[in-house]
């Protein structure tokens, strides 16, 4: 996937979210936290914090927050 500038994406833990942001942190501990709107807002019933997400994100506001498993092959392969 190509970003343009100021595009991001980060996967990580959510570690606090409410009506107008969400904050993830990854397994490096880098933590970030996202601006969210009322459109993402909407789609987020069932992400608590706790939950592993991916968060593609514009100028500090996210524009998709897909949570672990929610796509296909989205899980790590066993071992």
Known sequence: ???SAGTGFQSG???GINDSSI???STDGYTKT?????D?????TDIAQ???VTVVSEDGTAQ????AGAMPGSQPPTQ
Not at 64 to 67: H, Y
Request: glycine letters at 8%.
């Open 34 to 38: 996202y601006t969210i709107d009322g």
């Open 23 to 25: 904050s993830v942190t």
């Open 50 to 52: 706790g939950d592993t």
């Open 40 to 44: 993402i807002v909407s789609r987020l």
């Open 1 to 3: 996937m190509r970003l």
């Open 13 to 15: 833990e959510v570690t």
């Open 64 to 67: 998709s927050i897909t949570e």
